[in-house]
T-cell receptor, first 112, second 112 residues
Framework: DSGVTQTPKHLITATGQRVTLRCSPR?????VYWYQQSLDQGLQFLIQ???????AKGNILERFSAQQFPDLHSELNLSSLELGDSALYFC???????????FGPGTRLTVL | QQPVQSPQAVILREGEDAVINCSSSKALYSVHWYRQKHGEAPVFLMILLKGGEQKGHDKISASFNEKKQQSSLYLTASQLSYSGTYFC?????????????FGKGTKLSVKP
């Protein structure tokens, strides 16, 4: 158990819908990272927050957005969902930038 | 910019050794190694921060050759529990330290 929690564990929804994935970092960690993992794409970095501020952006679609709240938990919002958005979404946290990232158990999103 | 891992897959018998390589076309600041079992979160193995650095944990060790822009993960006397997909994640000089770019992974299967 890494200490990072993610909810929900599984999510099944339809195309065109909007969902929110939630992540609580390890106690004391200020950085939160979001990754998407699909079979053919591997682990793709989406976005990073540090103490509430966006710090780095990867291959995140405009339909996706995220934020980190004052209590340091983070949410990833996915809208206008497409079949291709089906994937495992991982959140990771670290004490600071460049430090070891610890991954949560992931949310498996299925878009039908 | 994505690091290249080799081999893509390897099958071992218990007790055999393996080497997994991770190469980048850009200068590397750090290399992070993770192991992921099917359907689970990636688990941190080790981080290498300096060129020439070598680290070891139990029978798993790694080296970082800054000049060659590559890192290698060494698994000796493999155990069944070593099975999984190994990912290297790299941070490039000049890039955001929060932006960890993962290779496509090396699938390791250890047979009895």
């Amino acid at each position: 158990d890494s200490g990072v929690t993610q909810t929900p564990k599984h999510l099944i929804t339809a195309t065109g819908q909007r969902v929110t994935l939630r992540c609580s970092p390890r106690s004391g960690d200020l950085s939160v990272y979001w990754y998407q993992q699909s079979l053919d794409q591997g682990l793709q970095f989406l976005i990073q927050y540090y103490n509430g501020e966006e710090r780095a952006k990867g291959n995140i679609l405009e339909r996706f957005s995220a934020q980190q709240f004052p209590d340091l938990h983070s949410e990833l919002n996915l809208s206008s969902l497409e079949l291709g958005d089906s994937a495992l979404y991982f959140c990771a946290s670290s004490v600071g930038e460049g430090h070891t990232q610890y991954f949560g158990p992931g949310t498996r999103l299925t878009v039908l | 910019q994505q690091p290249v891992q080799s081999p893509q897959a390897v099958i071992l018998r218990e007790g055999e050794d393996a080497v997994i390589n991770c190469s980048s076309s850009k200068a590397l600041y750090s290399v992070h190694w993770y192991r992921q079992k099917h359907g689970e979160a990636p688990v941190f193995l080790m981080i290498l921060l300096k060129g020439g650095e070598q680290k070891g944990h139990d029978k798993i060790s790694a080296s970082f050759n800054e000049k060659k822009q590559q890192s290698s993960l060494y698994l000796t006397a493999s155990q069944l529990s070593y099975s999984g997909t190994y990912f290297c994640g790299t941070v490039n000089y000049g890039g955001s330290q929060g932006n960890l770019i993962f290779g496509k992974g090396t699938k390791l299967s250890v047979k009895p």
